[in-house]
């Protein structure tokens, strides 16, 4: 009886030490994961101080609204009165 128990108690460690292997590897990809989402949302917070700065100066130069069109809506083009988002 003893080595039967040996044995079971062998392939439950086994199948422990399986399930560890595999949570770590899930542990390194959720931390991968995280890092990536922290880079994103470095990359965002660039974009947006860019796109803040060319407002800022978009307003100071007094131009801003006469090339991106109201905020009303689209802008219409000078030929057909048809929206310049919906131009191919």
Do not use: H
Not at 1 to 22: C, F, H, S
Not at 60 to 78: L, Y
């Amino acid at each position: 009886m003893i080595p039967t128990y040996g044995r079971v108690l062998g392939a439950i460690e086994k199948a422990l030490w399986e399930l560890v292997a595999e949570y770590q590897g899930v542990g390194k990809s959720l931390r991968d994961l995280v890092k990536g989402q922290e880079r994103n949302m470095a990359q965002l917070e660039r974009i947006g101080a860019v796109m803040e700065q060319r407002w800022e100066s978009e307003e100071e130069s007094g131009n801003g609204d006469e090339e991106e069109g109201s905020e009303d809506g689209p802008r219409e083009s000078q030929e057909g009165g048809t929206p310049l988002s919906a131009s191919c």
